[in-house]
């Protein structure tokens, strides 16, 4: 079973900056670099949203307007891992952000969580003064 991990959350003031990881593990039969990653937050009381998603050798990304200029998607397919940088961040970017993978090539600006097999277990990410 394929498993992602999130990592890079924490706790930063309003304009601060993150970056956060999602590290796929090896499995047999499967390639990270045939599959889209996207990235999804939840806040509390809220349904979970698409932030951003990049196909599968990096060529296309898409991301939220809510998050447009502030945030950068990117991957290293020889790490099997991919990447989201938070710059900018405001008080409504707090949530619990989660990394997905889907097997297919291309991702779309509709963010369809249904586009999405495998998902990581989130990692918090507040921002307050």
């Known amino acids: 079973q394929l498993q992602l991990v999130e990592s890079g959350g924490g706790f930063v003031q309003p304009g601060g900056v993150l970056r956060l990881s999602c590290a796929a593990s090896?499995?047999?039969?499967?390639?990270?670099?045939?599959?889209?990653i996207g990235w999804f937050r939840q806040a509390p009381g809220k349904a979970r949203e698409g932030v951003s998603c990049?196909?599968?050798?990096?060529?296309?990304?898409y991301y939220a307007d809510s998050v447009e200029g502030r945030f950068t998607i990117s991957r290293d397919n020889a790490k099997n891992t991919a990447y989201l940088q938070m710059n900018s961040l405001k008080p409504e970017d707090t949530a619990v952000y989660y990394c997905?993978?889907?097997?297919?090539?291309?991702?779309?600006?509709?963010?369809?969580?249904?586009?999405?097999?495998?998902w990581g277990q989130g990692t918090q990410v507040t921002v307050s003064s």
């Open positions: 997905a993978l889907g097997p297919w090539a291309r991702c779309n600006s509709a963010l369809d969580i249904n586009d999405y097999r495998f």
């Open positions: 090896k499995v047999s039969g499967f390639r990270f670099d045939y599959s889209i």
């Open positions: 990049i196909s599968s050798g990096g060529e296309s990304t």
